[in-house]
């Protein structure tokens, strides 16, 4: 911890702080603004305009006693234990390249991982909505390819749920209990470009004595992953977990694109910021919005504080 | 080597920054005319990006800088996905463009707080129409629909100027229909047209090449299922009093339906959400999850023998099309139908149709002088009659002649009153969004129209009181708007008795504002016998 020093000392060259004031400004004009004219909002019932109505808490209270709201939760619950799998072929990956014994491939393996970051995340959504599509799309086709379409039809018919049936294309984004595995599958291998290269930093990290020690003691690859690897890029998969639970919870680009402003059929890709979302623009409640937006800050607020203070990293 | 390498790139980067920094210069700054006077742009927003329409802008755009050089006349075509968030963004940020095609995103607060009222404009004639027969014409006339396309019913001003017609019709791939049936003949009722998608079917089967019957989309379906929805209610409407005019009223029909003169229940309600089931039959599976630009693609790639769309997008499919395609009225269901026969009267008129394509001006517009005259120029006659040309769209203005191809999209005046939908035209958001969560249950293979009855029953009149209170406030906003303006322009008609312009501006508010009081006591009472109908219903 740096030692304390005195008022007299800090302001000894005080002109170099001036060269943080257009950061400062910045940061306060794009950032804190909009957050504290938010807060301010919730308060009221506004719809975008200078017209507004206090409310003092009433846009809060509905909030509690909104069911879209919350039932939203139950979906963004099973997106963030899905991601959490979603986030080991990363791990996988950047293990393997960090495993590869030639420098050279090593980097055309790391050029590999970042290539598709140059592609929109867009059109990455566009492509799979494409995969999507019951009648042209890629994955009814492979599932009729490989034959996996009978057996889920006989799965159905065993368990009677009444989705998959014969002849019948799967309509992945038209069918409220496959919107959730469709937003599941999504993206599939699931290996997320910026993830591979926090994990790989972290891998590098470890020491090669480490690994000489390892190896004189016989142990194996996976016991090298179980109890190096994994133990000594804790931070990074902290780090990791915590920006994939804000994201998570944030986002709403993938539901929007997929199944549009009203979260699909049954609303079963209702997510806390599409809801929010809807709100504003398409029942025009911005105050409204606001107070759903600081609930939506306060969750993320709890959940990386808990994160913080009980996923302690013990290397 | 990397030192020469390192330079050429910087290099690079600070003659990039500086065009850059130039051109934006020149744009913040202001481009001059030969004559050293400040170009004025002029800035149009719209979210038509159908094929012809944005060549059409910059063709009419082109003709009024060459009568006006110190204008430049820029487009944002913005896509309609995202129109909307666009549009409010722009609007409550004050970055709003000078002119904006009104429609999407705009509600009458809105409308009352960001456009100017056009209908002082509308009394006038349009000095670009100086030496035809319109030369002495208030704008208003002369538009096929006296301008009802830019009219707003509640705050009873115009807001907008339209520029094209609309018609709604089923493409048909004639081609395609020949190879199937055998003949280019197009179904004329619901009737044939359920016959022909079942030879659809055969055909499909027969020589293993998968045929959609009709191409359908979360976009293209609703226009379709509505039209057959309302083909249902036709009767009943009637029934609910003398309309007075050829659109649906909602604020009628939804007093009726709080009344409990029509319902979930109601036979002819039942019937349509049948006839909408039965139609989505013929659609592709999963339809609901396609967009309106795919739905297009499998019908240009002819892999959908039909789809039904605007005629906003004819344009659009004769560019991508091989094939011929013809474009016919929506079969409705014969009086003869057993099924759905019973509720029908007959082919709707579209004389109710309004003009469409209305471009409003915002009160943040630097020269609204000037976006006033350059709105002038594209209600012109010849103006409308190059742009009907160039877009092959229909033409909003009397006395132009629209392209041949536009001809099958005219609108027909013959025919009767149609029904009402499901869910009220509007700001419906609530009662939309019911709807739309639910529709699977309508439409989907697993579905019926009872269990999509079912699951809307319980909060279908609970959302539409959310909607109708939501309304109301928009609507006493816009009137709390105006208090100003009335309160002054009040003021300057007591001091200046003699000012006669004054006061008829103060008697046109006035009016308008008293309209809009007896709108929203309209609404007022509605949410009240909303609310105690819901009492009952839960007792």
Redesign the interface.
């Known amino acids: 911890m740096p030692l304390p020093i005195s008022p007299k000392k800090a302001l000894l060259e005080w002109k170099l702080y001036l060269f943080i004031v257009p950061s400062l400004v910045a940061v306060g004009l794009f950032s804190y603004f909009p957050a504290a004219s938010a807060i301010y909002h919730s308060f009221f019932r506004w719809s975008g305009g200078d017209v507004k109505e206090f409310v003092g808490f009433g846009n809060f209270v509905a909030v509690l006693q909104d069911h879209v709201f919350w039932n939203s939760f139950i979906t963004i619950g099973i997106l963030v234990i899905a991601n959490v799998f979603k986030m080991i072929p990363s791990i996988f990956l950047a293990v393997l390249i960090h495993r590869l014994t030639s420098d050279r491939w090593q980097y055309w393996y790391r050029v590999l991982v970042v290539l598709p970051m140059i592609v929109p995340g867009l059109v990455t959504l566009f492509i799979w909505k494409f995969f999507y599509d019951p009648n042209f799309g890629v994955l009814n086709k492979v599932l009729d390819a490989t034959g996996l379409k009978t057996v889920l039809v006989h799965i159905d018919n065993l368990f009677r749920w009444g989705i998959f049936q014969e002849g019948v294309p799967i309509a992945w984004l038209g069918e409220p209990s496959l919107i959730i595995p469709s937003l599941i599958i999504w993206g599939f291998p699931w290996i997320g470009a910026v993830g591979v290269l926090i994990f790989l930093a972290g891998l590098q990290s470890i020491g090669t004595e480490v690994y000489e020690a390892a190896d004189l003691d016989g142990v194996t690859p996976f016991q090298k992953f179980l109890h190096i690897e994994l133990p000594l890029i804790t931070t990074q998969v902290r780090l990791m977990f915590v920006l994939m639970i804000i994201g998570t919870l944030q986002g709403f680009g993938l539901q929007f694109l997929l199944l549009g402003e009203e979260g699909g059929p049954g609303g079963k890709g209702m997510v806390p910021g599409l809801w929010m979302f809807n709100r504003a623009f398409l029942a025009g409640e911005f105050g409204y919005a606001c107070a759903l937006g600081l609930f939506l800050f306060v969750f993320i607020l709890a959940l990386t504080m808990i994160n913080n203070k009980y996923v302690r990293v013990d290397k | 080597m990397e030192r020469i390498l390192n330079t050429i790139g910087i290099s690079l980067l600070a003659l990039c920054f500086v065009i850059s920094l130039s051109r934006i210069a020149m744009l913040r700054f202001g481009e001059r005319t030969e004559a050293g006077d400040k170009v004025i742009e002029i800035r149009l927003a719209h979210w038509q990006l159908e094929g012809g329409v944005r060549t059409a802008i910059d063709k009419m755009a082109e003709e009024y800088m060459k009568l006006h050089p110190g204008v430049r006349i820029t487009q944002i075509p913005i896509p309609e996905r995202i129109y ?2 666009w549009l ?1 963004t722009q ?2 940020g004050g970055t709003a463009p000078d002119i904006i095609q009104i429609g999407i ?1 705009i ?1 009458d ?2 409308l009352a ?2 456009f100017v009222p056009l209908t002082d404009l509308a009394q006038k004639p349009n000095p670009y129409n100086k030496g035809t027969d319109l030369e002495d014409t208030p704008l208003r006339d002369t538009f096929v629909d006296g301008m009802l396309g830019g009219f707003n019913q509640n705050l009873l001003e115009y807001y907008g100027v339209p520029i094209s017609g609309h018609s709604i019709r089923m493409f048909i791939n004639e081609d395609l229909l020949e190879e199937i049936t055998g003949s280019r003949d197009l179904p004329l009722t619901y009737e044939d047209l359920i016959a022909l998608t079942k030879q659809v079917d055969d055909f499909s089967q027969k020589h293993g090449r ?1 045929i ?1 019957p009709i191409a359908g989309s ?1 976009y293209n379906s609703p226009l379709m299922m509505t039209t057959l929805f309302i083909s249902q209610t036709q009767k009943k409407m009637r029934e609910l009093g003398p309309p007075g005019t050829l659109l649906e009223v909602p604020a009628r029909t939804t007093e009726a339906l709080v009344d409990g003169d029509w319902g979930l229940d109601s036979p002819e309600v039942l019937s349509g959400l049948g006839l909408m089931r039965e139609v989505a039959a013929e659609m ?8 309106r630009d ?1 739905a297009s693609f ?1 019908f240009v790639q002819g ?1 959908a023998l039909m789809i039904v769309t605007g005629s906003w997008d004819a344009t659009s499919i004769s560019q991508q099309a091989n094939f011929p395609f013809a474009a016919t009225r929506i079969p409705l269901p014969s009086r003869q139908h057993p099924r759905f026969g019973g509720n029908v009267l007959g082919m709707f008129s579209e004389a109710g149709l309004t003009a469409g394509m209305a471009f409003g001006l915002t009160r943040d517009s630097e020269h609204p002088e000037v976006a006033t005259d350059f709105l002038q120029f594209l209600a012109s006659r010849e103006t409308n009659q190059l742009f009907t040309n160039t877009s092959k769209w229909l033409p909003a203005v009397l006395g132009v002649e629209p392209d041949a191809q536009a001809r099958p999209f005219m609108m027909e005046s013959q025919g009767y009153t149609p029904g009402f939908p499901l869910v009220n035209a509007g ?1 419906r ?2 009662t ?2 019911l709807v ?5 249950l309508l439409v ?3 579905g019926s129209v009872e269990q999509f009855v079912a699951a809307i029953r319980e909060n279908f009149i609970p959302f539409v009181l959310v909607d109708l209170t ?1 309304e109301q ?2 609507i006493l ?1 816009a009137i ?2 105006m208090d100003v303006q009335l309160a002054a322009l009040g003021e300057v008609s007591r001091s200046k008795p003699d000012d006669a312009q004054a006061q008829r501006k103060f008697d046109m508010i006035t009016a308008a504002m008293s309209a809009r009081d007896r709108s929203a006591y309209f609404q007022q009472h509605l949410i009240r016998k909303t609310d105690k109908r819901i009492q009952e219903d839960s007792n």
């Open positions: 909307r968030n409010i609007l409550v995103g509600t607060e809105r707080r960001f998968p959609i979360r592709q599976p999963g339809f609901m999850q396609v967009t795919d499998y892999r700001a958001a609530d939309s969004r739309a969560n639910n529709f699977h989907g293979p697993t939501r406030r928009e906003q709390q708007r």
